[in-house]
């Protein structure tokens, strides 16, 4: 008899996204005429077209695999050297930190690196989480059996709830020295959904107190590039101590439009350690090298061609421009919301706006209203966690054209 992996079925029901899916399909089969005005403002996927030095990257490597004599076949599971050596030069040796290039670990793209790390873990770890989240996070949880049942209110039994509400900004504060310690902490910054920052005294905090209590935390930087304020790390590892505790998770989904094309990479310092049973330390590091070696063959030729060429100098300018423009978007989507008198956060360092809604909406039902009233598509609060009731997200990735005409259908509801 097969068994199955109960612990997928502790998923409460809906994944945030096909939960909207379903109300916009159902929306567009009851008002057909009114369909095709819809803007999707929801999940968080790029629209501009590839940076032109990725594309030429990735043309002249599918040259190369059709002809024999520049042919490539399986590849390094970890990732080819010249694009670890890229990496780790162009986003940390350049900016004065220590990252060795086999300490890069090229994957398909974050969102699995932030679940499959899981696997080198061992079971009965304190998962922490803030709340409102990544939903992403919590679920590879859930599936590895790192949690309890779902519970009614939302949420799962065992997780460690970090409370992000107005009163901290939004961003998560270390517990307090009575509560139970978690032994693995997952942080986003710029924060999705709420488009915060952390400040590099609040990233001190953890990084001291994942060392205090020889837990980890998994610093999710997918938004790095949107992150311009100098007071909040783009990489935990800028923080003394966080080669000992921090595993980072990068992507080029935000960065260089790949969410289709799929590149990402993960930073694991060879410092970074866990503990068997009996307490004696382990390094990471090999342990994910094996698990990658093991488990897959790396990402496709081509696609790495493309990444690499994103820290060219042209590729970096395009990178730029292509961040400048969707900046430009949440630029004027928070300014379309304070106009409107809602209270608004993010936007300034994150292609996000976190929005309180309005009157005596609540996240669903301000959801519908849009939906609607404006045809407009936005995340509602709630699906992020218990904290996010009351408030929704509105992203900026879509074209300027859209963008302006929300700001214009926001202001009509
Ligand atoms: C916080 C966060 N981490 C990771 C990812 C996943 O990125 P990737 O496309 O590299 O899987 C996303 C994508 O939306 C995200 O919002």
């Known amino acids: ?23 916009v399909s159902a929306f567009a089969s009851e008002k057909p005429d009114l369909a095709k005005e819809i803007i999707r403002c929801g999940i968080g996927d790029v629209t501009e077209a590839l940076p032109a030095s990725a594309i030429k990257a990735m043309d002249a490597a599918n040259d190369e695999l059709a002809n024999r004599a520049t042919f490539k076949g399986y590849g390094p599971g970890t990732g080819y050297d010249s694009v670890r050596a890229a990496i780790a030069h162009g986003d940390f040796r350049s900016r004065g930190l220590d990252v060795a290039d086999d300490e890069i670990f090229l994957s398909d793209g974050s969102k699995g690196d932030c679940g499959n790390i899981l696997e080198i873990l061992g079971a009965g770890n304190r998962i922490a989480v803030t709340d409102p989240v990544y939903p992403a996070y919590v679920d590879a949880n859930v599936m590895f059996g790192n949690t309890g049942a779902a519970m009614a209110g939302g949420g799962y039994e065992g997780i460690t709830y970090l409370p992000c509400t107005e009163a901290n900004g939004f961003l998560a504060d270390v517990p307090a020295a ?39 935390l998994f610093w999710d930087a997918a938004y790095e590039s949107y992150n311009r304020d100098a007071n909040a790390p783009k990489s935990v590892y800028e ?13 080029f989904s935000k960065s260089g439009g790949f969410t289709g094309v799929r590149c990402g990479y993960t930073v694991l310092p060879k410092s970074v350690m866990a503990y068997t049973r009996a307490g004696d330390a382990v390094a990471l590091h090999g342990l994910w090298t094996r698990r990658w070696n093991t488990r897959s063959n790396g990402v496709s030729y081509a696609v790495q061609r493309g990444a690499e060429a994103l820290y060219t100098e042209s590729g970096k300018r395009e990178v730029a421009a ?10 004027i989507l928070r300014d ?8 608004t956060w993010g936007g300034e360092n994150a292609p996000y706006v976190w929005c309180k809604t309005p009157g005596s909406f609540d996240s669903w039902g301000f959801f519908d209203h849009l939906l609607r009233n ?15 009731e009351g408030y929704f997200r509105i992203s900026a990735f879509n074209s300027r054209a859209n963008v302006e005409e929300v700001v214009r259908r926001l202001g009509r509801v």
Request: charged fraction near 20%; glycine fraction near 8%; proline fraction near 6%.
């Open 1 to 23: 008899m097969a068994l199955v992996n109960e612990h997928y079925l502790k998923l409460s029901a809906g994944y945030l996204f096909p939960e909207i899916a379903r109300r």
């Open 178 to 216: 009575s509560a139970p310690a978690p032994d693995v902490i997952y942080l986003c910054s710029p924060n999705n959904p709420t488009g915060t920052v952390m400040d590099r005294a609040r990233l001190e905090a953890w990084v001291a107190y994942a060392r205090k209590h020889r837990a980890l």
């Open 239 to 251: 923080i003394a101590g966080a080669r000992e505790c921090a595993i980072e998770f990068r992507s």
């Open 322 to 331: 292509l961040v400048d423009f969707y900046m430009e978007n949440a630029r």
């Open 336 to 343: 379309g919301c304070r106009a409107l008198g809602w209270k």
């Open 374 to 388: 404006a045809r407009v598509v936005t995340t509602p609060g709630a699906g992020f966690g218990r904290c996010g």
